[in-house]
């Protein structure tokens, strides 16, 4: 990389390739800026490990600027960047779509500016990056999952005031979370929150469990794999470390249920046992069906498997 | 100071310069005391410059709370009382004579300059509110020390349901079964005459009276035997507050809970209290059983208070 960021420099500054004193010459040590310079990792590694060691607590973190807006997951880019090297398979997903223009974007950023390897398949994977899902396939204890948040406060719904919210966290006086979940069922019948349900992270701390489904919620329970979550916008990094319990608030009484359409499966796999969206008709040419599955590489797979037997 | 002491005993000497601690010890003996739940000792609070030299200078005779240097306020000096289980006590002044002061001190609002405040809690021991943390004492406010507001948006969140207000104490106790949260809150807020098909609209929609009584639901939720109820009909209309004093007494009788009534209003202490203290200035002038307190005020502020009120 030095002779290439030398070159570069060279032609910045004009410089003859070969010249006497060249800015080559002056670059005695071989540089690899990438994005994050190696103190920003280290911060954001420290942060990662507090998270850790502190599941479901928001721990602060620096949230360099991204060659990415805040809020296009800038905050899942950091926690990647810091924890891939050359040796690690990288997947990153958008709404459980490899090729959402943001999945693929971020993904090329982290392949060219680390070394590390990209991959479609979950089981290829070291490090998974998502937008608002968890892949379908069961992750292993040697997979991390980076899941990009934009609002990692819970109760940020029920209190504005950072004062009261830090206190209310360090008390676990989540009163008024139950409330709020007291008045959808009041209002609505049912408990209408769908995405980023609370849940209580080892029987301590509520967290957002950033927009996944509510599909993808048992999923984070003695969950085999860690999961890091990044904020960058709020700056903000916090974790689920494996075998940890993960329960989302349920009242006794009304059972915790995830989304469902009876009858619906994939109009290109044909699976029900998969978290669907609805297409517009005529998209994708499944023209006979209202439904695909959200993980694209797991319905690719299913089709490929299919034709196969 | 001189503090008048309308317990007296009336066959014995009644001697009019009584000190504060001495006419504590007299109440003890009171006819309807049984143990203290709640017992104020000599409860202090300054505000501004922490100069306990402005002591001596404020109060009754210097006809002023404030200190010759204009940088302290001494909201309340050498406050001191009990109240029995069941019982309920009442303080009352006019505005700035510290007595919500001494019920802010107690409910653990703000923090207080000198004294005691002790409180008997579920599990028999006694614990001085002053010294615990102000987690500790919110731990506290769930269900053992309630509070009723003046202003029913200090006490409610107004964006929230009537009945999800009374939910919010009821899952910090702990509730987390939906059926039965919403059947005591339906249960509480029948009890304090709250409309039910109002019970799940938002509070910002209710009139001031009834704010008030999803207040009182509120603070009733988890049966704390201890309730502070802070100037909780002023500002209703005549009608309305008559019904909500009503309410309260009836509630007071019904449960046991001992109260702490803060007012400036003769009518609400005389309704609702069988003792009472006088406050002027932050200290106390006079205090004793409420009807001999109206009937035979000893302290020249008391008869005028009461002069004002009966005219």
Redesign the interface.
């Known amino acids: 990389m030095s002779a290439t960021l030398a070159e570069t420099l060279d032609a910045v500054v004009g410089a003859e390739p070969g010249g006497a004193a060249t800015l080559a010459d002056l670059v005695t040590e071989p540089v690899d800026p990438g994005i994050l310079d190696e103190h920003a990792k280290r911060e954001v590694r420290r942060a990662i490990l507090t998270a850790v060691c502190v599941p479901g607590y928001q721990v602060p973190f620096g949230s360099r600027e991204m060659p990415v807006a805040r809020g296009w997951g800038s905050g899942g880019l950091q926690i990647t960047l810091a924890i891939v090297g050359v040796d690690d398979v990288v997947k990153v997903i958008d709404q459980g779509d490899d090729e959402g223009v943001n999945a693929v974007n971020l993904r090329r950023l982290v392949i060219n500016t680390t070394g590390a390897v990209e991959t479609t398949e979950v089981d290829e994977a070291t490090v998974i990056q998502t937008r608002h899902r968890i892949p379908e396939d069961p992750l292993s204890p040697d997979q991390t999952l980076v899941l990009q948040v934009p609002v990692p406060e819970p109760l940020r719904g029920v209190e504005r005031n950072m004062a009261t919210l830090a206190?209310m966290h360090?008390?676990a006086?989540y009163?008024?979370m139950?409330?709020s979940l007291?008045?959808d069922?009041?209002?609505n019948g049912v408990i209408t929150k769908s995405t980023g349900y609370p849940c209580l992270v080892g029987g301590r701390y509520v967290i957002a469990t950033t927009p996944i489904p509510r599909w993808d919620i048992p999923r984070l329970h003695q969950a085999p794999f860690l999961s890091l979550f990044g904020a960058g916008r709020e700056r903000k990094i916090y974790a689920i470390p494996p075998d940890t319990d993960v329960e989302p608030l349920t009242?006794?009484?009304?059972p915790f249920e995830v989304e469902r359409t009876p009858g619906a499966s994939c109009s290109l796999c044909r699976a029900s046992e998969a978290y669907l969206v609805e297409i517009p008709p005529s998209s994708f040419g499944a023209a006979d069906g209202r439904w695909i599955c959200s993980d694209t590489a797991w319905c690719r797979r299913r089709r490929s498997e299919d034709n196969l037997s | 100071m001189t503090v008048y002491d309308t317990a007296r005993d009336t066959a014995g000497d009644t001697s009019s310069d009584t000190r504060l601690e001495d006419a504590t010890i007299a109440y003890s003996k009171a006819p309807s005391a049984g143990q203290p739940v709640l017992r104020v000792e000599r409860l202090g609070k300054i505000f501004g410059d922490q100069n306990l030299a402005a002591v001596a200078h404020t109060g009754p005779n210097a006809g002023t709370e404030k200190s010759p240097d204009g940088n302290s306020v001494v909201a309340a000096w050498d406050v001191s009382f009990n109240v029995a289980a069941g019982e309920a006590f009442g303080v009352i002044g006019e505005s700035g004579s510290g007595k919500s002061t001494v019920m802010r001190a107690i409910a653990g609002d703000h923090s207080s300059t000198a004294g005691s405040v002790w409180m008997q809690r579920r599990d028999g021991s006694t614990v001085d509110l002053l010294t615990m943390t102000a987690?500790e004492r919110?731990?506290l406010r769930v269900d053992e020390l309630s509070v009723v507001y003046q202003d029913a948006a200090e006490g409610l969140?107004l964006g929230?349901?009537a009945?999800?207000?009374v939910?919010?104490?009821l899952?910090?106790a702990g509730w987390?079964?939906?059926?039965?949260?919403?059947e005591r809150a339906a249960e509480l807020l029948g009890r304090t005459e709250v409309p039910l098909e109002r019970m799940?609209d938002l509070v910002r929609t209710f009139s001031g009276g009834m704010r008030q009584r999803v207040q009182l639901a509120r603070a009733l939720a988890n049966r704390p035997p201890i309730v502070l109820l802070d100037e909780p009909t002023t500002g209703l209309d005549a009608s309305v507050a008559a019904g909500v004093l009503d309410l309260i007494r009836s509630l007071l009788e019904e449960l046991g809970i001992a109260a702490v009534v803060v007012s400036h209003d003769f009518a609400v202490i005389e309704m609702l209290t069988t003792r009472c203290m006088v406050m002027q200035h932050g200290r106390v002038v006079e205090q004793g059983l409420t009807d001999q307190l109206f009937e035979d005020p000893q302290a020249p502020y008391t008869q005028r208070l009461v002069a004002a009120a009966r005219a």
């Open positions: 206190q360090a008390e006086d009163a008024r139950w409330v007291y008045e069922k009041v209002r009242f006794d009484d009304v | 987690s919110r731990a969140d929230v349901t009945g999800g207000n939910a919010d104490r899952t910090a987390r079964n939906f059926g039965q949260i919403r799940d």
